[in-house]
Antibody
């Protein structure tokens, strides 16, 4: 059974870079069939699509975040990662990694539990 | 950007009753590329429906999706206690996905 687990610092200072990793088990990031994505949810609010990445490195990003987002894949570790630069309090959210079905901006059919990242000095 | 609007914001329903949730897009959604998710407090969202009407693996048949173009509906035929949650729609017909703001289904 596919499992995804986010990891990374729970507290990031304003203007710094948020870095998260998603470890995949029970499946391979080096799959021809899926992209791998990130979604965030500010406390008490709705879901926001951040971006997705294919194992080859092809990426798709939310245009409102694109200038600050970088994603990568490490097939040797079966992981993919998210970096969000120049963070502010507005970036405080639970960050979920997920498997993307149906091409780059498809539906999310398996999710990590999520990790809360707080931006504060 | 395709903006999704969900209505109502909150729906109060008694167990055993039918719930109808609406998702409207600001422009036509390509090829019915619309999904529905259920989220309970402290949990990750769970995929219910993709392709506007295809149930995800393991989803009970009391959940059904319909619609096309700009208007989509999620119907829960007979609400079970575990169905009280927040429901989100997501379109994936453009180069990046967008979510609706959610509908909360409360116990009446």
């Amino acid at each position: 059974q596919l499992q995804l687990q986010e990891s990374g610092p729970g507290l990031v200072k304003p203007s710094e870079t948020l870095s998260l990793t998603c470890t995949v088990s029970g499946g391979s990031v080096r799959s021809d069939s899926y992209y791998w994505g990130w979604v965030r949810q500010p406390p008490g609010k709705g879901l926001e699509w951040i971006g997705s990445i294919y194992y080859s490195g092809s990426t798709y990003y939310n245009p409102f975040l694109k200038s600050r987002v970088t994603t990568s894949v490490d097939t040797s570790k079966n992981q993919f990662s998210l970096k969000l630069s120049s963070v502010t309090a507005a970036d405080t959210a639970v960050y979920h990694c997920a498997r993307v079905n149906g091409y780059a901006s498809g539906w999310f059919d398996s999710w990590g539990q999520g990790t809360l990242v707080t931006v504060s000095s | 950007e395709i903006v999704l609007t969900q209505s109502p914001g909150t729906l109060s329903v008694s167990p055993g009753e039918r719930a109808t949730l609406s998702c409207r897009a600001s422009q036509s959604v390509t090829s019915r590329y619309l999904a529905w998710y259920q989220q309970k407090p402290g949990q990750a969202p769970r995929l219910l429906i993709y392709g506007a009407s295809s149930r995800a693996t393991g989803i009970p048949d009391r959940f059904s999706g319909s619609g096309s173009g700009t208007d989509f509906t999620l119907t829960i035929s007979r609400l079970e206690p575990e169905d009280f949650a927040v429901y989100y729609c997501q379109q994936y017909g453009s180069s990046w996905g967008t979510f609706g703001p959610g509908t909360r289904v409360d116990i009446k």
